[in-house]
């Protein structure tokens, strides 16, 4: 049987969608192919009118780098860099840091709550460092940010403060946000709820209810 198999599914420009399900139902899997991290074998993966199961991998990670926010469980930073140097670092390698980018750059982490851009990130503390994290997912202003258990290794507090920015930035940037998450708090903030069970969509909160 296939890891993942979804026959339809459409996201609405500017949702939030919560993505749940038991350990091995296919949630990392499901994140993989909406970001074109991993190729589908069969299908469409369509971000308006870009078909992903279409392009040739590195035009996936270019499309990927400008059209979609990652916030991963473990954070993904450069240690030895400073938090505004990481919230750069990716616009940086696809040649995309403009004026305006550095300057949202900036405004994006004062919105975190951070008020020392220079400090080096390894000093910083869990929750600080997913701020970081969010910072950067948004630079770009992309239109899709995907959070892969964003909560996870953080105390209820840190969590909190993780998913106000998480929806506040989100929304405030018009994007579409789908967060993978076993946290209750987390979960209950996003409208539309989606189950994966052993990769097949088991439950949809949209789709019940039509
Ligand atoms: N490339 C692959 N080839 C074969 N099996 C795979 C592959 N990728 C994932 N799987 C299997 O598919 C199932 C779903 O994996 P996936 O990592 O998407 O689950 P998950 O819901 O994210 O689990 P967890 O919450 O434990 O991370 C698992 O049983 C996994 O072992």
Same mark, same amino acid.
């Given at each position: 049987?296939?890891?993942?198999?979804?026959?339809?599914?459409?996201?609405?420009?500017?949702?939030?969608?919560?993505?749940?399900?038991?350990?091995?139902?296919?949630?990392?899997?499901?994140?993989?192919?909406?970001?074109?991290?991993?190729?589908?074998?069969?299908?469409?993966?369509?971000?308006?009118?870009?078909?992903? =199961?279409?392009? &040739?991998?590195? $035009? %996936?990670? !270019?499309?990927?780098? @400008?059209?979609? *926010? +990652?916030?991963?469980?473990?954070?993904?930073?450069?240690?030895?860099?400073?938090?505004?140097?990481?919230?750069?670092?990716?616009?940086?390698?696809?040649?995309? =840091?403009?004026? &305006?980018?550095? $300057? %949202?750059? !900036?405004?994006?982490? @004062?919105?975190? *709550? +951070?008020?020392?851009?220079?400090?080096?990130?390894?000093?910083?503390?869990?929750?600080?460092?997913?701020?970081?994290?969010?910072?950067?997912?948004?630079?770009? =202003?992309?239109?899709?940010?995907?959070?892969?258990?964003?909560?996870?290794?953080?105390?209820?507090?840190?969590?909190?403060?993780?998913?106000?920015?998480?929806?506040?930035?989100?929304?405030?940037?018009?994007?579409?946000?789908?967060?993978?998450?076993?946290?209750? =708090?987390?979960?209950?903030?996003?409208?539309?709820?989606?189950?994966?069970?052993?990769?097949?969509?088991?439950?949809?909160?949209?789709?019940?209810?039509?």
């Amino acid at each position: 049987a296939p890891v993942l198999s979804v026959p339809a599914l459409d996201f609405a420009a500017g949702e939030n969608i919560a993505v749940t399900g038991a350990s091995g139902s296919g949630k990392s899997t499901f994140v993989n192919v909406v970001s074109g991290l991993e190729h589908v074998r069969e299908g469409q993966v369509d971000w308006s009118g870009t078909d992903l =199961a279409r392009l &040739a991998e590195h $035009r %996936r990670d !270019r499309w990927r780098a @400008a059209h979609v *926010g +990652l916030v991963m469980q473990d954070f993904h930073l450069f240690p030895g860099l400073s938090a505004l140097e990481n919230v750069l670092l990716p616009a940086r390698l696809a040649s995309a =840091a403009s004026a &305006a980018v550095k $300057r %949202r750059a !900036r405004d994006l982490l @004062a919105g975190t *709550g +951070l008020d020392r851009p220079e400090q080096p990130v390894e000093t910083m503390s869990r929750g600080e460092m997913q701020r970081v994290a969010i910072a950067r997912a948004l630079v770009r =202003a992309p239109g899709v940010v995907i959070a892969d258990e964003p909560t996870a290794s953080l105390d209820a507090d840190s969590g909190q403060v993780i998913a106000d920015l998480l929806i506040g930035l989100s929304g405030a940037a018009g994007a579409t946000l789908i967060v993978v998450s076993h946290d209750p =708090a987390l979960i209950s903030r996003l409208p539309r709820r989606i189950t994966l069970d052993r990769g097949r969509i088991s439950h949809d909160s949209k789709a019940a209810a039509i």
